[in-house]
């Protein structure tokens, strides 16, 4: 196959996805029914009746969990398999200081963490 033959048959590829996805959705929306009512409008919540406003106000709290969620998970993700490689041959003081400013970064986001008192249970 030639270099042009591998772009042709990727394209050739995505034009079908493409194609197949469309039909899809036009057959859906010929064959089901489109009646609009009151009932279908109303936000679902778990089978209940919604009732009051639809807004709530979120305190920034949680975000700042999901933030430290995000630094562990990502220096769980680098750590481990750098910890696997640092003493093959080749890789000595070179990863060690790669790890060293990846693990700097994220000591500026745990120390900002800690700043906003996001690391006492309260």
């Given at each position: 196959?030639?270099?042009?033959?591998?772009?042709?048959?990727?394209?050739?590829?995505?034009?079908?996805?493409?194609?197949?996805?469309?039909?899809?959705?036009?057959?859906?929306?010929?064959?089901?029914?489109?009646?609009?009512?009151?009932?279908?409008?109303?936000?679902?919540?778990?089978?209940?009746?919604?009732?009051?406003?639809?807004?709530?106000?979120?305190?920034?709290?949680?975000?700042?969990?999901?933030?430290?969620?995000?630094?562990?998970?990502?220096?769980?993700?680098?750590?481990?398999?750098?910890?696997?490689?640092?003493?093959?041959?080749?890789?000595?003081?070179?990863?060690?200081?790669?790890?060293?400013?990846?693990?700097?970064?994220?000591?500026?986001?745990?120390?900002?963490?800690?700043?906003?008192?996001?690391?006492r249970w309260i």
């Open positions: 196959m030639t270099y042009a033959g591998q772009y042709l048959a990727v394209g050739a590829a995505v034009v079908a996805a493409v194609l197949f996805g469309a039909a899809g959705l036009s057959v859906n929306a010929m064959l089901r029914p489109s009646v609009r009512t009151r009932a279908k409008a109303t936000t679902y919540e778990c089978g209940m009746q919604p009732y009051g406003v639809g807004w709530s106000q979120g305190r920034v709290r949680y975000y700042l969990y999901a933030f430290l969620y995000v630094i562990f998970a990502i220096d769980a993700v680098y750590l481990f398999p750098w910890a696997l490689i640092v003493d093959l041959p080749g890789f000595g003081v070179a990863a060690a200081v790669e790890m060293g400013i990846f693990l700097s970064f994220l000591a500026v986001g745990l120390a900002y963490a800690w700043r906003e008192g996001a690391l």
